[in-house]
């Protein structure tokens, strides 16, 4: 699990997503490599250490006759050949992503572990090649972008695929109410999710850094392209403030949210390279960054906010709340080394300003004593995960929490009266729809003591933000003011 106290340090930074280096099993005999990311403290390899594939939740199908591998193994002939290696799949969860790559056998065949309740890009790749160029399909069904296994063991049986190269999509012979049932999917959750997983095809490029070589089997090769997308919480067109949420929730009915800005962030480990920021160009995109206005589509721009943390550099752009995010390709240049993200599928402007089928933490200060008017102690904090629908806000689903929102749940952050040496953070849970969370130390990180923590009142709470990391790759922030004219008390 990740270390929230390390989330609590980036306050207001997304933790970021990485297609970390992996364990490399020898090649051939359909072995199957899986992933490591040493940025997390959890080992998230699923692949079986023998090179069998049994047990757990199975992706695996056959390459049609014209994708087959030339058999001669000849490195160079493959090199300029559109035939099919492997399969590389990538898992876009917010700071715990995981990538395997399974060779393909010589019939075409392919068996593929992954871990359910996650999202998963099924590429079809060229290792011989370099850069972009070792891509030659992503998997789609219907609306379904990333396959997402709603059921522990099983298998999705993809029956023969057929690759477009020049579409740059791979196609199954399967129905797509087949793909589902495979999946354990119902065909309205299945649509629901197919609106918001294109996001998860932006690691499609398997060399990010062009070196000729996988990312996922190399150190220092963990690359992460994040999003922070940023709202404002308003209740009957008021800025919702700490004040609001002193004994009650924001009233649903009056609910709405007010799309802030993304912030597009490169991140990649200080042993990689030294170069605290660099450069971006948005080779097919027009944007408009809070830090360097307009920037046509193609033009490199170093006009960037820098944000560093733990063993990482991160650097990027903040796109204003006029401008449509970046798609296509993206490239970060920094220290002599040039990073390409190909294939970026983003949310438009009209669906960030109108986040349908998006999860968001609603949360509530409990006071110890109903009685008291200011300068309330508190004794707990109340949670409940609703969804934006288009008629308004309704609870989320079960299967909607465990689909959509990271393990780890949410995150509360603030500061005691404008004091960053006193910082403190709860988690929201992931497991539960609803629930309490104990103002207690043993709940909470920090360095305050149980008595410190006692004594905080509603009045101190400045720096606040709420916050959460969803399963395709993106941190939202909900958006909440500090009370004014009390903080710094």
């Known amino acids: 699990m990740r270390s929230v106290i390390s989330r609590l340090l980036v306050v207001m930074l997304v933790l970021g997503l990485s297609v970390g280096c992996l364990e490399q099993t020898q090649r051939g005999g359909g072995t199957e490599t899986g992933s490591t990311n040493p940025g997390n403290e959890e080992d998230t390899s699923d692949g079986d250490s023998d090179g069998t594939t049994a047990n757990g939740f199975h992706v695996k199908g056959q390459i049609s006759a014209q994708g087959l591998a030339l058999e001669s193994g000849d490195s160079q002939a493959l090199a300029v050949s559109e035939e099919v290696t492997d399969v590389y799949l990538a898992n876009p969860e917010t700071g715990n992503v ?37 891509f030659l399909g992503r998997f789609r069904s219907s ?45 309205d959750t299945a649509e629901d999710l197919g609106d918001l997983d294109d996001l998860a095809s932006r690691y499609s490029n398997p060399d990010v850094d062009g070196d000729g070589e996988l990312d996922c089997g190399q150190t220092d090769h963990d690359f992460r392209l994040d999003f922070h997308v940023r709202f404002n919480t308003y209740e009957n067109s008021k800025r919702v403030t700490v004040a609001d949420l002193i004994d009650r929730f924001v009233d649903e009915t009056k609910l709405t949210t007010e799309y802030d800005m993304t912030g597009v962030y490169v991140g990649y480990q200080k042993s990689f390279s030294s170069a605290s920021k660099g450069s971006v160009t948005f ?13 046509p589509a193609g033009k490199q721009t170093s006009a960037v906010t820098s944000s560093p943390y733990a063993n990482y550099n991160q650097y990027g752009p903040n796109i204003v ?26 949310p438009t402007l009209a ?26 102690t508190l004794s707990s904090i109340s949670y409940k995960w609703m969804k934006k629908t288009a008629e308004g806000w309704t609870a989320a689903s079960e299967t909607e929490l465990k689909l959509l ?16 040496s006193r910082a403190v953070g709860f988690t929201i849970p992931s497991s539960a729809l609803s629930g309490d969370i104990e103002w207690k130390v043993s709940q ?22 709420v916050s959460y990391d969803d399963k395709l790759g993106m941190r939202y922030f909900p958006g909440i003011d500090e009370a004014s004219g009390t903080c710094g008390k």
Not at 353 to 376: E, M, Y
Not at 405 to 420: A, E, M, P, T
């Open 321 to 346: 709340n006029t401008s449509e995010l970046p798609s296509g390709e993206i490239v970060f240049s920094f220290g002599g080394k040039e990073l390409t993200f190909t294939n970026v599928k983003t």
């Open 143 to 187: 609306t379904t972008d990333a396959i997402v296994a709603n059921k522990d063991e099983g298998e999705l049986d993809l029956g023969t695929v057929t690759i477009d190269t020049d579409a740059g999509e791979a196609a199954s012979d399967q129905d797509h109410e087949e793909i589902l049932q495979g999946l354990g999917l119902e065909s």
């Open 405 to 420: 929102v990271d393990d780890d749940g949410g995150f509360i952050s603030f500061y005691i009266n404008n004091d960053s």
């Open 283 to 295: 080779v097919n995109s027009s944007v408009t960054t809070s830090e360097g206005g307009s920037i």
């Open 98 to 134: 995981s990538c395997k790559t399974v060779e393909v056998e010589k019939d075409g065949t392919f068996d593929a572990k992954i871990t359910a309740q996650n999202f998963w890009s099924v590429f079809f790749i060229n290792r011989y090649r370099i850069g972009r160029e070792m």
């Open 351 to 376: 669906e960030l300003k109108a986040p349908i089928g998006r999860i968001f933490p609603l949360i509530r200060f409990n006071k110890k004593d109903s009685s008291c008017q200011t300068d309330c």
């Open 444 to 465: 909470a990180t920090g360095s305050l003591s149980q008595s410190e923590l006692d004594q905080v009142k509603t009045t101190q709470i400045c720096h606040f933000a």
